[in-house]
């Protein structure tokens, strides 16, 4: 609830408790940010979702909501080769968006100060894969920190700026899910002034890396990390703390579970805590080395700053044992936790834990299987009813690529709608694939935001090689999985102005498909089974792709207005007495605002749940369910 | 506090419940109350995907020593539950000795309404809860929030709660005060009624 007004207060010296998120979002403040472009990505959201209602109110500053990641790579890049201080923000899989961008940027450097934040998101809370973006630091050479907390999220965006001007260079920031979702106290500073405007001074040979240039281009970057190596060197970031004989190497958030395992087991060791991973300050690292017998390496994912270790020890001939993932001592996957640090202490150490865990472990595994909760599309979702119909228009038979979005929850039973899935705007290139080396009919589904942001190129590419597939999109306006943004199609901007909106129809239509409709998922459940139907048919019959848009906006956002006006619709309920208990809306719907009565062993709907859709009413084939009148 | 609890000057509270019932605002106004107590304190959330409806735990961590977000299992002072089953689901943070405040109020899972699992009895829950802990508070903060005026004020009534159990460094007055500024001055009724009752249950149950 930390409001964005709050974030905007000129009050140095000021304690507040932020997430991280909230942190870098104050950080643009402090550090003077001209332009902050993105796409919204989990676990990142929050910076945006602050920075659009701060962005009306700081002067000099420009926020929008690019409409993807490599977009927005491109208008932060391009502002901070033009002299200012730029952003640009994104998830993990958000920078493979961006990365032809990336590498170029690198090349050409910056004149303004820049950062790339990526918040990368190990045990995968809500993204496809855990992959470890510090690698695109080490293969497109460009300086890389690395905050464990939401303080230094903040202090450290400070001297991201300072040292990206220094080597001009962007500098890549990357937080973890359990950097970015804790919250903790965080000070204010100083708010720095932005300049209003800045001349973009020439300079080709240097900005459009054709070969000839980026043939000089190359060995300037490597100069300039070697530059950026001195830096590291001598910089407090990359601090030694504590003493014993145990060395332990550590960044990003595991350093805070290394501090509370040592406190823990009551151990000494002294901790190198690296803050910019790269360059790495390779003195300091080999000199550490040196001093220990044995040196622990403990990072989240890959064996990143193990293999810089090991190899930093073969190069200066270090006597040392270099203890991580390579033996086993640590995960490649999922997210650490002080207990992890602990357990990996204890073998390394020899000592015992001083909780029993596998006790605890024993116990929880006896326990009786508890039903799962997995996440759900809400009570009241427009998808739910899409899904219903796409299912019940193709009996379940159709191959159905998905996308990225909350629609992505169509996986679980009943609606199981979800067959195939790589990244943000596959479902439409995954359906041309398939149905060119299968007979099968196949309906895709995609919604609004990732529409904009990745499916254009593959829906022009079905139109011009015919590729028969049916494409659903599901237009809920608004990006609701990540926090609902805006998007091209909404009519608000990142700046909170209201501008034209694109229509989904319309784009369609003028890529080129000859089949478009768009319908209302609300209106009557039997009519949207009927537009499904004849679209599959219709792409059987002529061998293109056809387009049906599915728009009513997502049920969080009906709900908050229903909140905010107080103006309900009237309600619905199951009539008991013509409920025949046969659970067909139950297993075919399961609209978490339903259940079984375990006493009367009806249908209910649990009326705060409710958010008023009526998808229910057309399924239940006794006519049980009602809406007041 | 007893010695196999890690880091003396750490209190965890584990809240876990289902999206949607308020656990991150619980988690936040907790920390925020502990912070203008000043105390240095840590919360560990869960965004996104995890938020639909399905489960979620968050953690509050209390104390000088508190650096990350994380509570082990065998850690927990407080497991505070919005509903039995996620209660269970998270009971391997209680401490030994640890104390479990939980909402007794059911909401089923999909897969139980569609008849494809069964939801453990209040006997089930019952007895797994105590092979990790004996001290239990069970009562039904649905009943206390509606009681207060609004169902969505569940979480204020489980902030009473914690409040009341004194496992918390937090004075009353500081997290009545931090209830009552945070949200819309409509609100300060119902949520002030909130707080009381779930004060008064659990300080009629200890
Ligand atoms: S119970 Fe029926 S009307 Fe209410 S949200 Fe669910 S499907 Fe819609
Ligand atoms: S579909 Fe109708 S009759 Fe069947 S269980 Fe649901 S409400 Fe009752």
Redesign the pocket.
């Known amino acids: 609830m930390t409001k964005p007004k709050e974030l905007l207060e000129d009050a140095p010296g000021k304690t507040l408790l932020l997430l991280a998120n909230e942190a870098i979002a104050r950080g643009v403040l402090e550090a003077g940010v001209r332009l902050v472009a993105l796409y919204p990505g989990t676990p990142s959201s929050e910076i945006g979702n602050n920075l659009t209602f701060m962005a009306p109110h700081i002067p000099n500053f420009y926020f929008e909501f690019s409409t993807n990641e490599k977009v927005a790579l491109e208008v932060a890049g391009a502002a901070a080769v033009a002299g200012v201080r730029s952003m640009m923000v994104c998830k993990g899989p958000g920078l493979n968006v961006a990365a032809d961008p990336f590498f170029s940027l690198a090349y050409v450097g910056v004149r303004g100060g820049m950062v790339i934040v990526v918040a990368d998101d190990p045990s995968m809370w809500s993204s496809q894969n855990e992959n470890d973006s510090r690698y695109y630091a080490l293969m497109g050479n460009m300086p890389l920190m690395e905050p464990s907390d939401p303080a230094e999220a903040k202090s450290m965006l400070l001297e991201a700026y300072e040292f990206s001007e220094k080597v001009e260079l962007p500098v890549l920031f990357r937080t973890t899910t359990r950097v970015n979702h804790t919250r903790a106290p965080v000070r204010f500073h100083e708010i720095r002034e932005r300049p209003a405007q800045v001349e973009f001074e020439k300079e080709p040979y240097r900005f459009v890396p054709v070969p000839s240039v980026a043939r000089l281009r190359h060995p300037w970057l490597l100069g300039q990390i070697a530059k950026a190596r001195e830096i590291s060197e001598t910089s407090h970031l990359n601090f030694i703390e504590g003493t014993g004989d145990l060395g332990i190497i550590t960044s990003g958030v595991a350093y805070t579970y290394v501090v509370e395992a040592l406190d823990h087991l009551g151990m000494n060791a002294e901790i190198l805590k690296l803050g910019i991973t790269h360059p790495l300050p390779e003195q300091k690292l080999t000199d550490f080395l040196r001093m220990h017998e044995r040196v622990v390496v403990v990072e989240e994912l890959e064996p990143y700053l193990e293999t810089h270790a090991r190899r930093l020890a073969q190069l200066h001939r270090v006597e040392v044992d270099i203890l991580g993932k390579e033996q086993g001592y640590f995960s490649r996957t999922m997210e650490y936790s002080p207990r992890i640090v602990i357990e990996a202490l204890c073998k390394i150490a020899d000592c015992n834990t001083c909780i029993n865990w596998d006790e605890i472990d024993s116990r929880m595994k006896d326990m009786a299987d508890l039903p799962p909760r997995p996440p759900l599309l809400c009570a009241g979702c427009p998808h739910r009813a899409s899904y219903f119909a796409i299912r019940t228009a193709t009996r379940g038979k159709a191959i159905y690529p998905s996308d990225i979005g909350c629609y992505t929850l169509s996986i679980a039973p009943p609606l199981e709608t979800a067959d195939i899935l790589f990244d943000m705007g596959s479902s439409i290139s995954t359906a041309c694939g398939i149905a060119q080396v299968t007979g099968q009919d196949i309906v895709a589904s995609v919604g609004d935001s990732t529409f904009f942001a990745s499916v254009l190129p593959g829906l022009v590419n079905a139109v011009y090689n015919k590729h028969p597939v049916s494409l659903v999109v599901l237009d809920n306006r608004t990006t609701a999985m990540t926090g609902h943004q805006p998007h091209p199609g909404t009519g608000i901007t990142g700046m909170q102005e209201q501008v034209e909106p694109l229509d989904v129809e319309d784009v369609a239509k003028g890529l080129g498909v000859k089949y478009v409709k768009t319908i209302n998922p609300f209106d009557s459940l039997a009519g949207l089974v009927r537009e499904v139907r004849e679209m599959v048919k219709w792409v059987r019959e002529n061998h293109e792709p056809a387009v049906l848009v599915s728009k009513a906006p997502c049920a969080l956002l009906t709900a908050a207005e229903m909140r905010k006006t107080g103006e309900y619709p009237p309600r619905f309920y ?1 009539d008991s007495d013509m ?8 297993n075919r719907l399961s609209c978490p605002a339903m259940y079984l009565d375990s006493v009367t062993d ?2 209910v709907i649990d009326e705060p749940l409710c958010n008023y859709c009526g998808t229910c009413v057309a ?4 006519g ?2 009602k809406q007041e009148e | 506090m007893t010695s196999n609890t890690r880091n003396t000057t750490v209190i965890n509270i584990a809240i876990t419940g289902v999206g949607g019932q308020g656990v991150l605002t619980l988690a936040e106004i907790l920390a925020k109350s502990a912070l203008e107590d000043s105390h240095n304190v840590r919360v560990g959330e869960i965004h996104g995907m995890a938020q639909r409806g399905g489960h979620v735990v968050c953690t509050v961590r209390i104390g000088e020593n508190a650096k990350g977000p994380i509570i082990d299992p065998g850690t927990a002072h407080l497991v505070v539950g919005f509903e039995p089953v996620e209660t269970l689901r998270e009971i391997h943070l209680i401490s030994k000795g640890g104390l479990v405040i939980m909402n007794s109020h059911v909401q089923y899972p999909v897969v139980v309404s569609m008849g494809k699992a069964e939801y453990p009895s209040k006997e089930e829950i019952h007895d797994a809860l105590t092979m990790h802990t004996a001290k239990i508070i069970e009562f039904n903060a649905i009943e206390l929030a509606n009681n207060a005026g609004n169902s969505l004020s569940m979480n204020i009534v489980m902030l009473g709660a914690i409040l009341a159990s004194g496992i918390v460094p937090i004075k009353k007055e500081t997290a009545l005060h931090v209830v009552q500024t945070t949200f819309p001055s409509k609100f300060v009724d119902v949520n002030t009624k909130a707080f009381e009752l779930g004060y008064q249950a659990i300080s009629d149950s200890l």
């Open positions: 199951v409920c025949t208990a046969c659970k067909r809306c139950l009806k249908a399924v239940c084939p006794q049980a369910i």
